[in-house]
T-cell receptor, first 108, second 112 residues
Framework: AQRVTQPEKLLSVFKGAPVELKCNYS??????LFWYVQYSRQRLQLLLR??SRESIKGFTADLNKGETSFHLKKPFAQEEDSAMYYCALSRGSYIPTFGRGTSLIVHP | DADVTQTPRNRITKTGKRIMLECSQTKGHDRMYWYRQDPGLGLQLIYY???????NKGEISDGYSVSRQAQAKFSLSLESAIPNQTALYFCATSGTQGNEQFFGPGTRLTVL
């Protein structure tokens, strides 16, 4: 069975500090991994996916198959980054599995 | 812009009542999903549908049913609402070009 684990429910940092939101997965095949973000009172939206290897809003995430991780990183957090972040895994049949989410709070 | 919409946005109801939440999309996507979001539990998949004649149970389908009336419409029903179904419900779609999910704005349901 596929599983996504986000070990931190809450991550609190100060503006300008580095941020790392952890995501570990278990899946026997080749995963497709995503990070979604939900700002206050807004719908969930895609932040980035591992196959595109992009940097979105300063965030990056690298798939580490050896450690089965897909951690989300940003070198300098901004207050507007405060949101709920979900890691998600999709397999070929298009049925996604979401982690329980990490709430990021960036203090001024 | 193509979108995913949900009605109602907020609903308060009583235990035992039947409730229907509706989802419509103009994205032209075949795949549609219903999730519930609870604090600390993240998103849990209730039902999903890959086309009009396809309905599948997700992780937590007990107490829920769905109807795919058309490619663009996917409704979620609570036949007899109970308080632990109080949650935020999201509809989502995905297309054939990848597994990205496009979410609706959510329906906040409170069962008293």
């Amino acid at each position: 069975a596929q599983r996504v684990t986000q070990p931190e429910k809450l991550l609190s940092v100060f503006k300008g500090a580095p941020v790392e939101l952890k995501c570990n997965y278990s899946y026997s095949g080749s995963p497709e991994l995503f990070w979604y973000v939900q700002y206050s009172r807004q719908r969930l939206q895609l932040l980035l996916r591992h196959i595109s290897r992009e940097s979105i809003k300063g965030f990056t995430a690298d798939l580490n198959k050896g450690e089965t991780s897909f951690h989300l990183k940003k070198p300098f957090a901004q207050e507007e980054d405060s949101a709920m972040y979900y890691c998600a895994l999709s397999r070929g049949s298009y049925i996604p599995t979401f982690g329980r989410g990490t709430s990021l709070i960036v203090h001024p | 812009d193509a979108d995913v919409t949900q009605t109602p946005r907020n609903r308060i109801t009583k235990t035992g009542k039947r409730i229907m939440l509706e989802c419509s999309q103009t994205k032209g996507h075949d795949r549609m999903y219903w999730y519930r979001q609870d604090p600390g539990l993240g998103l849990q998949l209730i039902y999903y549908s890959f086309d009009v004649k396809d309905i599948n149970k997700g992780e937590i389908s007990d107490g829920y049913s769905v109807s795919r009336q058309a490619q663009a419409k996917f409704s979620l029903s609570l036949e007899s609402a109970i308080p632990n179904q109080t949650a935020l419900y999201f509809c989502a779609t995905s297309g054939t070009q990848g597994n990205e999910q496009f979410f609706g704005p959510g329906t906040r349901l409170t069962v008293l």
